[in-house]
């Protein structure tokens, strides 16, 4: 299911705004993640679950440490669509 990257994007802003209760405006692609959505660990577990539940693409433990911003996040996802 390959998605044009603004696209997906969008649906990626969409589904962390509505699960984490934010506004879309305060996502920002050079943001941090884990700072603009106020994620603790166990946040972090539901939103690695959101996104593959969304897109369906796993992303193992390991790389979340690695996926600092809202950019990183989008392309590991479309890289791997």
Do not use: C
Not at 9 to 17: D, F, H, R
Not at 49 to 78: C, H, N, R, W
């Amino acid at each position: 299911m390959k998605m044009e990257r603004n696209e997906l994007v969008k649906m990626i802003n969409s589904a962390l705004a509505e699960e984490f209760e934010i506004e879309e405006s305060v996502i920002t692609p050079s943001g941090s993640i884990k700072d603009t959505l106020e994620l603790d660990s166990l946040s972090l577990v539901d939103l690695i679950a959101l996104m593959e539940q969304k897109t369906g693409v796993k992303i193992p433990g390991s790389d979340v440490t690695k996926i600092l911003t809202f950019d990183a996040l989008y392309d590991y996802i479309a890289e791997r669509m």
